[in-house]
């Protein structure tokens, strides 16, 4: 008998809020992947005012916007909070990119105005500073045995995001700022907790990623499943390369921060204080990076 195909169920928050630098290309790479594999695939959109049924969701998309749509999502969160934090506890897999991966942590403080509230399920902090991070960026990962990769991405942002205890970094920088542009650090991992600050999109030019994402999210809906039947991904690639490439002009600085990656000392120290206050929306528009 035939085995049924398999299904993973993807939930998109704020896809009208939270869609900046082509972001929705990550929800496009991951549905063709499963397709050509003949996986199965459903979406799930859930906007301002939308609570979904994060017990029945493997994959979680919550992507970078602009200030006042960060604002307008932090607000809304804290209606979705508790089933988010309990199906991340429950090993659903959640990529956070930019404004998503601050509003899974504990705040956003800018040099003006209140602190914008995240639901604190990172233990990251994020102080507003003042020169942005924009640049190609490259990034050293180690998810486990076996599973070390370069990731590629484009980066905007003002925020300086500090880790604490619980999480480690999703990688280790080879070029451009990545978290703080002070402890070589990019991105956060917490349990299937993937944040990072690459745009890009990050998945299609970084197809491992993508996989991974998908064969953990499977695993959370299926619990023993095999390795994924791996693609041809020509073009993925080239554009990988392509993008690496970017990144690692000038080649001195390259090779300097590569040797580096294996005697980085531990990441920066998170603030020893935190703003107190509600977030509310403010006037001020920086970008279109959400901070």
């Given amino acids: 008998m035939t085995a049924a195909p398999m299904t993973v169920r993807i939930c998109y928050l704020y896809p009208r809020l939270l869609s900046v630098a082509g972001d929705r290309g990550n929800l496009f790479a991951l549905m063709q992947r499963c397709a050509w594999r003949g996986i199965r695939y459903s979406v799930t959109e859930a906007d301002v005012g939308v609570v979904p049924d994060f017990a029945e969701t493997d994959l ?7 200030d006042r749509e960060m604002t307008a999502a932090a607000q809304d969160l804290a ?3 508790g089933a988010l934090r309990e199906a991340i506890e429950s090993d659903a897999v959640v990529l956070a990119v930019c404004a998503g991966y601050q509003l899974l942590g504990r705040y956003y403080a800018p040099p003006e105005g209140p602190p914008i509230h995240g639901i604190g399920v990172l233990d990251v902090v994020t102080e507003g500073g003042p020169k942005r991070f ?3 960026v490259a990034v050293h990962c180690d998810l486990g045995p076996g599973s070390q ?4 991405g484009f980066e905007n942002h003002s925020g300086r995001t ?3 205890g619980n999480v480690r970094p999703l990688g280790r920088v080879l070029a451009g700022a990545g978290n703080n542009g002070e402890d070589g650090t990019e991105g956060a991992r917490y349990r299937e907790v993937y944040a990072t600050y690459l745009h890009g999109p990050v998945l299609p030019k ?8 998908l064969s953990r999210a499977l695993a959370h ?7 994924l039947a791996p693609l041809t991904d020509r073009a993925e690639v080239q554009a990988h390369g392509a993008a690496l490439r970017l990144a690692r002009r000038p080649a001195g600085r390259w090779r300097a921060a590569a040797a ?3 005697r980085i000392g531990p990441p920066a120290r998170m603030p020893a204080t935190r703003p107190a206050g509600n977030a509310r929306t403010t006037d001020k528009v920086t970008g279109w990076t959400s901070r």
């Fill in 149 to 152: 990769h370069r990731l590629a």
């Fill in 221 to 227: 809906h299926y619990q023993d499943v095999s390795p």
């Fill in 60 to 66: 979680i998309l919550l992507h970078g916007g602009q």
């Fill in 162 to 164: 500090y880790l604490g």
């Fill in 260 to 262: 580096a990656v294996s």
């Fill in 79 to 81: 209606a979705k909070s």
């Fill in 206 to 213: 970084n197809p491992w990623l993508a996989d991974h994402l």
């Fill in 134 to 136: 924009i640049g190609h």
